[in-house]
């Protein structure tokens, strides 16, 4: 199998390390982000399969899962592979998102309760939610301190507990952020010292502005002083433009953060924890042949089949499908045929000449 060379980080020492989140032990930095639509428990899975230390759930509404929505507490569910894993949840009142963190608690054994305050999309934003948050540090300040009340003064029975016996732990609460609202209103610093005061256990943040949404440039200058901001007083992870284990290698290398989250990189390519992991342990890293790639697309697609059914599962397999397909050759006839594809023997058809 062909190998990448790349240089050893200049101390000799690995960039690859535990980290401790709270009352949480994690065996590495490597984690995967929360990513609307995408990380189910099947997704997450896979990217824990191919070497993620540490996986959060796609955003869970606050709102939806205080009204006692079967399919929002759905997404809460835990892999059977994960050992540790957050919910992240996101709402615009304090006293909503305090309540949804009682029933993660309640409901999941998740070992850490993140809340979103970075979701540019503009029907979270409107709520109150999302970018919103880093936006009005003084309502960011009040909506976590709510959270962590609420976690900390939580005494009830747990999933994977015995019956009644106590929370052993508090659970983690933390939060991401984005750098600011557009490029005249930078409040990444006032967030973090909200969420300082607050008692939060972790920051990351996406170093954009919510007006850049995805566009653009991720700012790791801003993760850099992000970083010395905090200085050691709770863990940073940084988010953004990490496509690769170069990427990866190169963010924690400039800035210092603890961690790195992977999102749009990991899309057809949940291996790419073992590549990064390789890389900054050994300075090089093994390719990842084209079939295992598309092996790993139908574990996912098997496991999406158990959780929402053959239709359901295969529809939402499309666009993972079209990522898994990325770099291959003859990929974009590939995709124009995967776009249609309805049901398992569809994909097995497609990719009878790979697998």
């Not at 930095?29 to 993620?52: I, K, T, W």
């Not at 750098?179 to 409040?187: C, M, P, V």
């Amino acid at each position: 199998m062909e190998e990448q060379l790349q240089s050893i980080p200049p101390s000799g020492v690995s960039l690859y390390h535990p980290v401790r989140l709270g009352s949480l032990s994690l065996p590495g930095n490597l984690f995967l982000a929360p990513v609307a639509g995408y990380s189910d428990r099947s997704f997450r899975s896979v990217c824990v399969e191919g070497g993620a230390d540490f996986t959060y759930t796609e955003m869970v509404s606050a709102e939806a899962l205080t009204r006692g929505s079967e399919k929002t507490a759905g997404l809460m569910s835990r892999a059977s592979n994960e050992k540790a894993y957050a919910v992240q949840l996101f709402g615009g009142k304090p006293e909503t998102v305090a309540a949804a963190a009682r029933i993660v608690l309640e409901k999941t054994d998740a070992g850490c309760i993140d809340i979103n305050a970075g979701c540019p999309v503009p029907k979270i934003v409107k709520t109150g939610a999302g970018s919103s948050l880093t936006r009005d540090p003084d309502r960011l300040y009040e909506l976590l301190k709510s959270v962590v009340n609420a976690v900390g003064n939580y005494n009830g029975s747990r999933p994977g507990f015995p019956d009644g016996m106590e929370t052993p732990r508090r659970v983690p609460v933390t939060v991401k952020i984005r750098s600011g609202w557009d490029a005249e209103h930078i409040t990444w610093k006032e967030a973090a010292q909200a969420a300082l005061e607050a008692g939060i256990d972790a920051i990351t943040i996406h170093a954009r502005t919510r007006a850049q949404g995805y566009e653009g440039k991720s700012d790791w200058d801003i993760l850099k002083q992000l970083v010395q901001f905090i200085a050691g007083r709770i863990p940073v992870f940084g988010s953004g433009d990490v496509f690769s284990p170069e990427d990866a290698q190169a963010m924690l290398q400039q800035t210092g953060c603890s961690a790195v989250m992977f999102a749009r990189g990991a899309m057809g390519h949940p291996f790419i924890f073992k590549q990064t992991k390789e890389l900054l342990e050994s300075g090089r890293y093994s390719e990842i042949l084209v079939k295992d790639r598309i092996l790993a697309g139908f574990h996912e697609l098997s496991l999406l089949v158990q959780d929402k059914g053959e239709d359901i599962a295969c529809r939402e397999m499309r666009k993972r499908f079209c990522a898994y397909s990325k770099g291959i050759s003859g990929g974009a006839e590939l995709r124009r045929t995967i776009i249609s594809a309805c049901t398992c023997r569809d994909y097995s058809r497609i990719f009878a000449s790979i697998i």
